[in-house]
């Protein structure tokens, strides 16, 4: 047996792995600094899943080898490298195909994966409820139904435990595999419809109760939980991790006029979403398309503020959310030199205000602006009420 066919045998799963060597590609001298900026933020997600970072390249590439990535000489440096540090997994920043993982893996002798696939672990990692639980796996499996390389180490029990399965003793193994991966994916989308359903309906009932809502949407970890946590006193989990929150949290809160709304917070955005995730998830991401106002929240501490602006931007494109009106909340503003920051984003978009969620600062403004934006929402109506029933008026009032 061949020491590449040895390696193609040997099954992991990637909560045994400890140690991992990022790598990251760029074209131009010019893009350095960003795919270092991007490789840290690799780094965040590997450790948001538990992954101590032993190393981080930086690899220039004229262009894409559609077998490895990158070309021979690099991929040999990195496997030396992985080698000399003793990483137990390589990761990389961009998704891979199939068989560029399969072809470094027998390369590297030792599991490569990409951030895509980390993603969708922590993901996996993180999911609380059956609604979530149910989408990520939809997700995952999507994903790995193209790379039945050396998962679903399982499937040797389902099999055993399957009906119908062993039928036609002559179907080759990947087959069978990919067979009740596609039975599987099919039957998570009809449990996700119905509990998409049981959303809408609840949707329907906040509909009903005439009361306003807003989304705190933005990229993961620029404090939305912490905002929502800050103006609500709700007991939601704030976390300085990515991904910290995969389930939406409703609470309601009043405004200084008295005006009841809810206040909903949203799972976090990211560069380069998996486009699997955002299909998996979009029952959970269609909060954000079913409220009156959007409270994009960035955080202007971060070097990269703006990509994440524009990465959130895309997702709620995607979702088809971007011409809800949305007020642009600068977090973290007590961290930063306000007079520049605030007249650089006023620029580009015609509501900011900015907060620090942590010490309260900027939330007189951003509930003034809050109450503005909800009244440019409100239509005039004529009224004509007899005398009688003048409690009527009362009721009104009272609503706002």
Not at 211 to 235: C, E, R, W
Not at 262 to 286: C, M, N, Q, Y
Request: proline share 3%; glycine share 4%.
């Amino acid at each position: 047996m061949t020491e590449d066919k040895l390696y193609e045998d040997i099954k992991y799963e990637l909560t045994d792995l400890k140690t991992a060597l990022l790598a990251g590609g760029y074209q131009r001298t010019a893009e350095l600094n960003l795919c270092k900026e991007h490789l840290d933020e690799l780094e965040a997600l590997s450790q948001t899943y538990g992954l101590e970072v032993v190393g981080k390249e930086a690899c220039s590439i004229r262009k894409i080898d559609p077998a490895t990535f990158f070309g021979s000489g690099k991929v040999e440096e990195l496997s030396q490298k992985a080698e000399d540090l003793d990483a137990d997994v390589v990761i990389f920043d961009d998704e891979m195909s199939p068989n560029q993982q399969r072809n470094l893996e027998k390369i590297f002798k030792r599991p490569v994966i990409d951030r895509t696939e980390l993603i969708l672990e922590i993901f996996s990692q993180r999911a609380q409820t059956k609604e979530a639980k149910l989408q990520i796996e939809l997700a995952k499996s999507q994903y790995q139904l193209p790379r039945l390389k050396r998962l679903w180490t399982h499937l040797s029990r389902q099999v055993a435990s399957g009906k119908g399965f062993l039928k036609g003793e002559g179907e080759r193994q990947i087959e069978l595999d990919r067979r009740i991966v596609r039975d599987r994916i099919s039957q998570l989308k009809k449990e996700i419809e119905e509990v998409r359903h049981q959303r809408e309906v609840q949707r329907q009932a906040r509909v009903r109760s005439g009361i306003p809502t807003f989304a705190i949407v933005g990229y993961t970890n620029v404090g939305k939980s912490t905002l929502l946590h800050a103006l609500t006193q709700a007991d939601v989990l704030v976390e300085d991790k990515l991904f910290a929150t995969l389930d939406t949290t409703t609470r309601k809160f009043s405004l200084p006029n008295h005006q009841e709304i809810l206040l909903v917070d949203t799972v976090g955005f990211i560069r380069k979403i998996p486009h699997t995730l955002v299909a998996a998830f979009k029952s959970t991401l269609e909060e954000a398309v079913f409220t009156d106002i959007l409270l994009h929240l960035i955080d202007v501490n971060h070097p990269l503020a703006e990509e994440h602006a524009e990465s959130t931007y895309e997702v709620l494109r995607a979702l088809s959310a971007k011409d809800k009106p949305i007020i642009t909340v600068l977090n973290k503003i007590d961290l930063v030199e306000k007079r520049g920051i605030l007249g650089r984003y006023k620029l580009k978009y015609p509501r900011v205000v900015g907060i620090s969620a942590l010490t309260g600062e900027g939330f007189h403004e951003l509930m003034q602006m809050m109450m503005d934006a909800l009244k440019a929402l409100r239509k005039i109506v004529r009224l004509c009420i007899p005398q009688k029933d003048y409690a009527i008026i009362s009721e009104l009032m009272k609503e706002g």
